[in-house]
């Protein structure tokens, strides 16, 4: 299962790529191509945009209308409508930041790439599999954090 989620949706799309979905993006598109690359790339769309989600409507393209303004509403409707996954597991994961693959790093290797005390603190650190980001993962408090909201995101009535 994969997605297109269009702006306004920064956090949605971090909160997916993290849970291994594979998420694309777009910045500073038009509709037509936004429909054009969900097509292709048998993307599922998420959207607020009333106009985007009829026209994907009519191409057969799946859509996913969000109306509130309030993220554990929407990421539950999400949840709710494709069954997605809300387990953390960073072996799964994507780069929130570029939505390339996670690959595992010896903490050796991180040595001076991530504070000292992160780097005392943790064991195990993933690396981004795009060379131009690169950034280094681990789970630290935004990883609690998040698996806090997604339990409410469950459990949301
Ligand atoms: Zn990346």
């Given at each position: 299962m994969k997605?297109?989620?269009d702006a306004m949706h920064g956090r949605i799309t971090r909160?997916?790529?993290i849970l291994g979905y594979d998420t694309f993006y777009p910045f500073d598109m038009d509709d037509s191509e936004i429909l054009k690359i969900a097509k292709k790339?048998?993307?599922?769309?998420?959207?607020r945009d009333i106009q985007l989600s009829q026209r994907a409507k009519s191409k057969n393209i799946?859509?996913?209308?969000?109306?509130?303004?309030?993220?554990?509403?929407?990421f539950n409707k999400i949840y709710k409508t494709f069954s997605i996954n809300l387990e953390l597991n960073s072996s799964k994961s994507r780069c929130p930041i570029c939505n390339s693959e996670?690959?595992?790093i010896k903490k050796e290797a991180v040595f001076g790439k991530v504070p000292q005390k992160t780097y005392q603190r943790f064991k195990k650190f993933w690396i981004c599999k795009n060379k131009e980001c690169g950034k280094i993962y681990y789970e630290g408090i935004h990883w609690e954090k998040m698996?806090?909201?997604?339990?409410?995101?469950?459990n949301l009535k």
């Open positions: 997605f297109l989620s909160f997916l790529r790339e048998n993307r599922i769309i998420i959207t799946p859509v996913i209308l969000l109306t509130s303004v309030d993220f554990i509403k929407n996670l690959i595992p698996r806090k909201q997604l339990e409410k995101v469950k």
